[in-house]
């Protein structure tokens, strides 16, 4: 078992840009998140989505988007990138919302 | 206004110490998690409390409910054991502490 994966692990991109951050999971776990956390602090949830076709926002969701496609995948995208979205993005997969998260190895962006 | 508070911020011990840290919440929850963040950045899952205590070899967890407080214990402490703490209470929403750094000198 994979267990989470997530790519890309690094990208760069220039203010405006938009990119798609991938995420999958082969545990069968139901639910899904998206965090980011920047330097010196703790981890801010974006979306997460409790079951396959649900989402919802979490803590910081302004300027994602994200699509839950299947029981596996479930996708980030930033339409028009700004250097305040500079981070690291960490996704996870549990059970249930109350279960265990795995977590991704988390993706490093840069936006100049 | 923190929902999650953890203590100490920053801890360094000897190795071989028993550590403690500590997760006071103020919301109501349905489970309490413990992650692990080590310096390369990767995240572990550590512990997901309802009640009592858990145990996962020199590490143990325990929730009081009623005192809405959470503690990891860290047995025999190790230079291994050096990382980032997070304390995630789930209810309503997902609340996080903000993290406590251990160091641990051989």
């Known amino acids: 078992n994979a267990g989470v994966t997530q790519t890309p692990k690094f990208q760069v991109l220039k203010t405006g840009q938009s990119m798609t951050l991938q995420c999958a999971q082969d545990?069968?776990?139901?639910?899904m998140y998206w965090y980011r956390q920047d330097p010196g602090m703790g981890l801010r949830l974006i979306y997460y989505s409790a079951s396959e076709g649900t989402t919802d926002k979490g803590e910081v969701p302004n300027g994602y988007n994200v699509s839950r496609l299947n029981k596996r995948e479930f996708s980030l995208r930033l339409e028009s990138a700004a250097p305040s979205q500079t981070s690291v993005y960490f996704c996870?997969?549990?059970?249930?919302?109350?279960?265990?998260?795995?977590f991704g190895p988390g993706t490093r962006l840069l936006v100049l | 206004k923190n929902e999650v508070e953890q203590s100490p911020q920053n801890l360094t011990a000897q190795e071989g110490e028993f550590i403690t840290i500590n997760c006071s919440y103020s919301v109501g929850i349905s489970a309490l998690h413990w992650l692990q963040q080590h310096p390369g950045g990767g995240i572990v899952s550590l512990f997901m409390?309802?009640?009592g205590k858990k145990k996962h070899g020199r590490l143990i967890a325990t929730i009081n409910i009623q005192e809405k407080h959470s503690s990891l214990h860290i047995t025999a402490s190790h230079p291994r054991d050096s990382a980032v703490y997070i304390c995630v209470a789930t209810g309503n929403q997902f609340y996080f502490g903000t993290g406590t750094s251990l160091t641990v000198i051989p």
């Open positions: 996870a997969s549990s059970g249930d919302r109350e279960e265990t998260q795995y």
């Open positions: 409390l309802s009640s």
């Open positions: 545990m069968n776990h139901n639910s």
